[in-house]
């Protein structure tokens, strides 16, 4: 007889060893893969979301700068407001410096009635007493005199030609209208608070106002380089100027350049404050400038002036930094750090008819008048 324990292993159904599973093998991630491509869409989508407050900024930037190239292209000129005015006062009455100025107050006019939040409300530079406004646009004035230019002059067409007396020119009044707007609080008597200041996605208005300002930009100098190949006549000539005028206004109000709050905001890093908009506005106004200066001055590309009957580019040629660069740049830097105005967007803002504004633009032009005599008495 068997046992009940033998009897059981040998009926019992056989057991079955268990066998363990393969380790599952891990794939590398592919570069190329779904996954991957979309932790880069998202890292694009990111970047430009940072980036799109400053689109209208760029946009207004791209198209001064468009038109700073095509001023040179046509007339043979640098665009430069102060030196508009300061030709002026000199008695240069030459009729290209009206008709420029001219399409400045009308393109200012445009900015009221069709794009009015291009400028501060009037309280702004209200809040600043009427005796500072007159320091600010005397310093201006004459500060932009006797060093020969401002943000536009020096600031994109110097420093488009690699030029290092423009260079000096720009450090020279960035730095002092940085340590006038934080010495003085200008951006804080504005009503701006401190911090860092990133605006606010633009609206879909100032968006198609700014790129429409950039596409006529490109429009009226491609315009007129077709024009020059069948005419050449001194009222084309100033007609560009006067459309220039006007798109160089639109271009500064869709870049907020016309609100001083922008500026000292800008200017106000000494004050901790600091809007960094207007330097893609320098920044837009240079990648144009610099690559079309540079063909037009180092190649025969355009062996004379589109439009000009001058049959050479006037570039400046003056490689000194003396005391009246020097002078002159901090003397204008203090001045648009004191009120957040320089000549260009100051000349635009009279078409506000605001009183500051106003007596800013004639205390300017009394200051290039003072200029003037201290030149002639220091020889």
Not at 36 to 58: D, Y
Not at 147 to 162: M, W
Not at 221 to 247: C, P, Q, Y
Request: aromatic share 8%; hydrophobic share 50%; glycine share 12%.
């Amino acid at each position: 007889q068997l046992s009940k324990h033998t009897l059981a292993s040998r009926t019992a159904a056989p057991t079955r060893t268990k066998q363990a599973l393969p380790a599952p093998r891990l794939l590398p991630l592919h570069p190329n893969s779904s996954t991957q491509k979309r932790r880069e869409s998202l890292t694009r989508m990111n970047a430009l979301g940072a980036l799109e407050p400053f689109v209208v900024p760029l946009c207004g930037g791209l198209a001064i700068g468009t038109l700073s190239l095509g001023k040179l292209a046509l007339s043979g000129k640098v665009l430069g407001i102060s030196g508009a005015v300061k030709g002026l006062v000199v008695g240069d009455r030459a009729l290209w410096r009206y008709s420029f100025i001219a399409g400045l107050i009308a393109g200012g006019f445009a900015l009221v009635n069709y794009f009015p939040s291009a400028f501060d409300p009037a309280s702004t530079l209200a809040a600043l007493p009427l005796s500072r406004i007159i320091t600010a646009g005397f310093l201006v004035g004459s500060g932009t005199f006797l060093g020969n230019g401002c943000t536009s002059g020096h600031g994109i067409c110097g420093n488009a030609r690699f030029s290092l007396r423009s260079l000096t020119a720009t450090l020279t009044f960035m730095a002092f209208g940085a340590a006038a707007g934080g010495l003085f609080h200008t951006a804080a008597l504005q009503g701006v608070q401190p911090g860092l200041i990133i605006p606010p996605p633009p609206s879909t208005s100032a968006v198609t106002f700014a790129t429409s300002v950039l596409g006529s930009s490109l429009a009226l100098v491609s315009g007129l380089a077709l024009m020059a190949k069948n005419i050449r006549a001194t009222w084309l000539e100033l007609a560009a100027d006067f459309g220039t005028g006007v798109l160089f206004a639109l271009g500064l109000g869709a870049a907020g350049m016309t609100m001083p709050t922008k500026v000292s905001s800008f200017l106000g890093v000494f004050a901790g404050t600091f809007d960094p908009s207007l330097a893609f506005v320098m920044g837009g106004a240079l990648l144009v400038a610099t690559p079309g200066y540079q063909l037009i001055m180092r190649t025969k590309v355009l062996p004379h002036p589109l439009l000009a009957t001058a049959s050479t580019f006037n570039l400046p040629t003056s490689k000194t930094i003396d005391w009246k660069l020097l002078g002159g740049a901090a003397l204008f830097g203090t001045g648009w750090g004191l009120a957040g105005l320089c000549p260009g967007p100051a000349l635009v803002s009279v078409a506000t008819l605001q009183v500051p504004s106003i007596v800013f633009v004639a205390s300017l032009v009394a200051g290039m008048v003072v200029a003037q005599k201290v030149e002639q008495l220091a020889g």
